[in-house]
């Protein structure tokens, strides 16, 4: 699971960058970066929740793997509007405005969850837990600017990706180093 969340965070910081260097590209393409986006965090957050063997133990992960079903479902529903908003052009227009506010509400739920992820690893001794919360926060700013500024906000929606995968790929990288500290 350590090698599989360390190339995937690898991934995520490379996919930020071009969303950073590419934001137009980015915005044109927000429908299937979410579907693919959320797709792989629900389906990522499942399997770590089913390959817990001490899941039984603890009552924190009924969040993880709401968040990962409800993840999953959310980027299936994008990719299916997504090829809908190929062949109508006021699909595509809804397709858009909808996918930034569902990504605004969505860094705002990361950021929550990254707060309670740094509270937690506090309590357990971990080291890093200020990045967590740090991150988190500033995803809570970035997503409650995107809600309350949309139109701004879809000029900027390349950076915002960017930000999320940036930050995604920063925990995962965190999370390998995270569980050798407590072994």
Aim: glycine share 12%; proline share 2%.
């Amino acid at each position: 699971m350590k090698t599989f969340n360390c190339i995937l965070g690898v991934f995520s910081i490379l996919g930020a960058v071009y969303c950073i260097f590419f934001p137009g590209v980015t915005f044109l393409n927000t429908g299937w970066i979410a579907a693919i986006l959320l797709g792989v965090y629900g389906i990522c957050s499942i399997f770590e929740y089913f390959s817990n063997p001490a899941r039984k133990e603890k009552k924190n992960n009924s969040g993880l793997i709401a968040g990962g079903v409800i993840g999953l479902i959310i980027g299936i529903a994008s990719a299916v509007v997504s090829i809908l908003a190929l062949f109508s052009a006021e699909v595509r227009a809804m397709l858009d405005l909808t996918i930034l506010l569902f990504f605004a509400f969505w860094l705002v739920y990361s950021g929550v969850g990254g707060i309670i992820g740094a509270v937690m690893q506090k309590k357990n001794g971990g080291k890093m837990w200020w990045l967590s919360l740090v991150l988190g926060i500033i995803l809570i700013i970035t997503g409650v600017y995107g809600a309350t500024h949309p139109l701004i906000a879809a000029f900027s929606v390349g950076y915002m990706i960017g930000i999320e995968l940036m930050i995604y790929g920063i925990r995962l990288i965190m999370s390998v180093f995270e569980n050798n500290e407590n072994r």
